[in-house]
């Protein structure tokens, strides 16, 4: 499966984004999805994730609450919404995928398919 996140943009501290991660050559209802995320100098970081269904949804601590994971697999999509931006959200996100034999997972090294990212800068 080929993943194409998009979305990305610069928005000011407290706004709102939207990204989006749309997936070609197989059906999205074969694969877990998630998002990771790496600021300058950092490591690339999980940042939520969603089981093939929808039932399940994991989010990592600091984006509780503020980032909501969904999916249409009917559209063959992902979505991360984003609200009450920070500046430490600032990165480029991607988009990965899993296929639903295995477990859901918050580990970067469990995901076989990445997309490209799109960057999201928060300003203050």
């Known amino acids: 499966v080929q993943l194409q996140a998009s979305g990305g943009g610069l928005v000011q501290a407290g706004g709102s984004l939207r990204l989006s991660c749309a997936a070609s050559?197989?059906?999205?209802?074969?694969?877990?999805m998630g998002w990771f995320r790496q600021a300058p100098g950092r490591n690339r970081e999980f940042v939520a994730a969603?089981?093939?269904?929808?039932?399940?949804?994991y989010y990592t601590d600091s984006v509780k609450g503020r980032f909501t994971v969904s999916r249409d697999n009917a559209k063959n999509a992902m979505y991360l919404q984003m609200n009450s931006l920070k500046t430490e959200d600032t990165g480029v996100y991607y988009c990965?995928?899993?296929?639903?034999?295995?477990?859901?997972?918050?580990?970067?090294?469990?995901?076989?398919?990445w997309g490209q990212g799109t960057q999201v800068t928060v300003s203050s």
């Open positions: 969603i089981s093939w269904g929808g039932a399940t949804t």
């Open positions: 990965v995928a899993i296929g639903r034999s295995r477990q859901l997972s918050r580990e970067r090294s469990e995901y076989d398919y």
């Open positions: 050559g197989r059906s999205l209802s074969n694969y877990h």
